[in-house]
């Protein structure tokens, strides 16, 4: 097991639960079990808070733990056009760098077999924030 996952999975910040959301999305991996669920405050187009949990592997918490961070205090297009990348990266279409690069922990080649677990969070906040 990669240090680093096991490093993002730990920082625990946004695995909560909150009731004030306005924006809420529970999805379940289908191959694996994992189940997130999401709860976003969204004002003004801006994710001003963004809050997970649920009963899913370490891939999948990092995953959640990281997208969490980057997500606070960004336009939500913004973080639309992130999972669109994010899933790309295992269609084998973008290198995540650049703009991207706080990704590069997780998103390597070597964990493309963990590709389904890595991308729930991303699949999630797209329901949630997609026009």
Request: aromatic share 6%; net charge positive; charged share 30%.
């Amino acid at each position: 097991m990669d240090l680093e996952i096991l490093e993002l999975a730990s920082n625990n910040e946004n695995y909560k639960n909150t009731k004030n959301h306005t924006h809420y999305v529970k999805l379940k991996n289908s191959l694996c079990g994992d189940e997130i669920e999401i709860k976003l405050i969204i004002k003004r187009n801006k994710i001003t808070s963004f809050k997970h949990q649920g009963k899913s592997c370490i891939y999948c918490q990092a995953s959640a733990n990281l997208l969490a961070k980057i997500s606070i205090n960004k336009k939500t297009p913004k973080i639309n056009e992130l999972c669109d990348d994010a899933k790309s990266f295992f269609d084998g279409n973008i290198k995540i760098m650049g703009k991207w690069k706080i990704m590069s922990k997780l998103f390597k080649e070597k964990n493309q077999s963990r590709k389904e677990c890595i991308l729930l969070p991303f699949k999630a906040t797209k329901k949630i924030i997609s026009p």
